[in-house]
């Protein structure tokens, strides 16, 4: 089995920042793409960043040029900077790892049980 375990989540003024964090661990023998994404109320789960096999990394439009999403492999963690955060960044944010476990023959989706990001306008 495999957990992913978030932090760094919190209430935060509109133009403020924070961090988030994720770390994998248990039966893992690589990770492949890592990411993060979020759901606010009434809305569907959407992707905000992600970083896969190469280091490339994709983001939202609504996000490009204020979030960084960075992972450290050696630790199975991945990071995301949110800058000159907006109200409308207000979600429950999840982390998302696939995983390939040893003595398993496919890669496998795991979530993270989410953290709340609140930004007060």
């Known amino acids: 089995q495999v957990q992913l375990v978030e932090s760094g989540g919190g209430l935060v003024q509109a133009g403020g920042s924070l961090r988030l964090s994720c770390g994998a661990s248990g039966n893992i023998r690589s990770v492949n793409d890592m990411g993060w994404y979020r759901q606010a109320p009434g809305k569907q789960r959407e992707l905000v960043a992600n970083?896969?096999?190469?280091?490339?990394?994709n983001y939202a439009d609504s996000v490009k040029g204020r979030f960084t999403i960075s992972r450290d492999s050696a630790n199975n963690t991945v990071y995301l900077q949110m800058n000159s955060l907006k109200p409308e960044d207000t979600a429950v944010y999840y982390c998302?790892?696939?995983?390939?476990?040893?003595?398993?023959?496919?890669?496998?989706?795991?979530w993270g049980q989410g953290t709340q990001v609140t930004v007060s306008s």
């Open positions: 970083i896969v096999s190469g280091g490339i990394t």
């Open positions: 998302n790892a696939h995983v390939i476990s040893w003595g398993a023959v496919r890669i496998n989706n795991y």
